[in-house]
C-alpha cells in the first residue's frame, strides 16, 4: 500500500509522540519534525508508510540518542495483556468454536497500538466489542482451510502486549508456529526481547525480521527472514503496519487488523473500527 | 499565544483539508502540503498559529486559484444556524438572566469551527450542554460590568453560522455594536459578505479588520480597525484564532470560545470541551 497524503500529517504527530517518549527537550523535538518534514519533502510518491516510518523513527533515535522510545510503554502493555491471558484462555476453551474465537481475540489485542493513538482505552471493553463485532472482511474459512492442510505456520507479530493474544491463538493452532518479530525497536512494535516477555518463545520459534520498519518489508529484512516468508505455506500478518507492507504479497498471506485510520479505512475497503481477516493479493509491488 | 509543536501536524492536516474544499487534484494537494513544510521549515518560534495560518491558507490559493475554499461549507452553516434563530432567540427571552444565556449562547455557536474538525456535529446538542455546563474560566461579571459603563463595544466575529449566535448576543446588549469580520476569505470565518447572510448588518455596524489572518493580528489589520480597536472600551473577541491572537492583548478584551484543542488547552489552562469567557492579559507582545 503507498502512502496517502493524509500519512503526511500523522507522520509529524507520530514524530513528535515518539520524540517526547525518548524524554527529547522541546529542541530536540523540533528538530525530528524538521527531519520528517525533509523525509516528507523528498518522498518517492510510490514508498509505502512503514518504510517511510523507519525513517521517521530512526530521526528520533539520531536526535535524540534514545534507543527504544517505547520501552517503557511495551513492557507495561505486556504486563496489562498477561494479567488477562487466564481469561483469554477461558474464552477459547469454553467456546464452540476454539479457533475462531481465539482469532477474534488475536484481532481485539492489535488495538494495543501506540502509532495511531497515546492511548488504546479498556482492553476488556475491546475483547467484549471483538468477540460478537462482524467481520468487515472475513477470509477466516479460507485461513483455516489452509492451516489444516500446512506443516507449519509463519506468524507475523506486531504491537508489544498484542503478542499475549497472539499466544493464545498459537496455543490453539495444532502445527509448529514461526513468530517474526521486528529486529530493531521502532514505535510499540514487539522486538524478539518483548516476544519473550510475552512468552511467546513457550508456544513459537521467534525469528527476527533484521528490519526496524514498523511492517514487513520483506526486502529489507534479512536473507534468512525472507526465505522463511517466501517458503511459509501460510502467514499470519498482524495489524496496519504488515497489511502497509503486504496487502499485495501473495495469497499465502492473511492479514488480521483493526482498523485505526481513516486512511487504511479507505485502502481495504472498510470503516474505521472495523475488524478484518484479509487474504492478499498477488502482485510483484508487494 | 506563540505556536506550539503540536500546531505542526495540524497545520498539515488542515492545508490538506483546506485543498480538498478548493477542489484541488493530488498533485496540487501535495504541492500545497509541500508548500506547508516550507512554511513551517522556515518559521520564527515566536509566530502565533493565526500567523502562519494565513500563509498555509495563502499557499492554498496560489496552488488551487480558488478565492475561497469554505464557501459553500459557510453559507451552509449560516443556513443551519439561522433555523436556529427563534428557538436562540426565545431561550434568551425566557431566561432569569437574558445576557447571560445570551453569553452562553454565543460560546456554543463557536462550536460552527471548520479548522478544528471535518463537521462539528449536532448544534441543538452543544447548546443544551453549553447551557448549563459551568465556565473553566469565568469573567463574565467583569464583562457585564464594562459593557454597562461603555457607550459602544467591538464585537470580533469569528466562524461563518456562528455570526448567528453573535447577532442573537448583540440584540440583548444595549449600546452599538461594531462588528469586526475577517478582511479576506480564510477557513469558514466569517467575511463581510457571511456576516450579512447572518443578519449582522441588522444589529451592528459591519467593519473589515483588512486582514487575511484568521485570528486578529492587529499589526496586519488596517488603520481604520486598528484605530477601533485601541479606542473600543471593550471589546468582544469570539474563538480560538482570535485568542491566539489576543490572549495578551489588554484588560477591554474578553475572549469568549469553546476549547477544541489541546493546545490551546494547555496554554489556557482549561480542558478540551471547556466553555470560556476570559480577560486578556496585559502585554506589548500581543
Known amino acids: 500500500m503507498k502512502i496517502y497524503l ?3 500529517p500523522c507522520f509529524l504527530r507520530q514524530a513528535l509522540s515518539a520524540s517526547r517518549r525518548a524524554g527529547g527537550g522541546e529542541h530536540q523535538q523540533l528538530a525530528v519534525l524538521k527531519k520528517t518534514m525533509t523525509i516528507l519533502d523528498r518522498l518517492d510518491t510510490g514508498a509505502n508508510p512503514p518504510e517511510i516510518a523507519r525513517l521517521v523513527h530512526n530521526a528520533v533515535k539520531q536526535e535524540i540518542s534514545s534507543t527504544d522510545p517505547y520501552r517503557e510503554a511495551k513492557l507495561e502493555s505486556t504486563k496489562q495483556a498477561l494479567t488477562l491471558l487466564p481469561d483469554i484462555r477461558q474464552l477459547i476453551s469454553n467456546s464452540e468454536n476454539p479457533i475462531d474465537t481465539a482469532i477474534r481475540l488475536a484481532i481485539a489485542g492489535n488495538i494495543m497500538d501506540l502509532g495511531v493513538v497515546e492511548n488504546f482505552g479498556d482492553l476488556k ?47 490453539t493452532i495444532d502445527i509448529p508456529v514461526v513468530y517474526g518479530v521486528r529486529g530493531f525497536p521502532v514505535l510499540n512494535d514487539a522486538t524478539r526481547r518483548d516476544a519473550v516477555e510475552a512468552g511467546i518463545d513457550t508456544v513459537a520459534t521467534i525469528l527476527s525480521n533484521g528490519s526496524d520498519a514498523p511492517g514487513t518489508i520483506v526486502e529489507l529484512c534479512s536473507n534468512q527472514f525472507a526465505e522463511v ?13 504488515n497489511y502497509e507492507s503486504l496487502s499485495t504479497a501473495g495469497s499465502h498471506v492473511f492479514c488480521l487488523l483493526q482498523v485505526k485510520c481513516p486512511v487504511i479505512a479507505e485502502d481495504i475497503g472498510a470503516s474505521v473500527g472495523s475488524i478484518v481477516c484479509r487474504r492478499s493479493a498477488v502482485s510483484s509491488s508487494g
Open 6 to 8: 493524509d500519512c503526511y
Open 125 to 171: 471493553q475491546t475483547i467484549g466489542r471483538v468477540l460478537v463485532q462482524p467481520f468487515a472482511i472475513d477470509h477466516t474459512h479460507k485461513l483455516k482451510e489452509m492451516i489444516s492442510s500446512a506443516d507449519h505456520l509463519l506468524y507475523l507479530g506486531d504491537n508489544a502486549g498484542e503478542t499475549v493474544f497472539d499466544r493464545a491463538l498459537i496455543e
Open 229 to 241: 516468508f517466501r517458503k511459509a505455506p501460510v502467514v499470519i500478518a498482524k495489524g496496519q503496519g
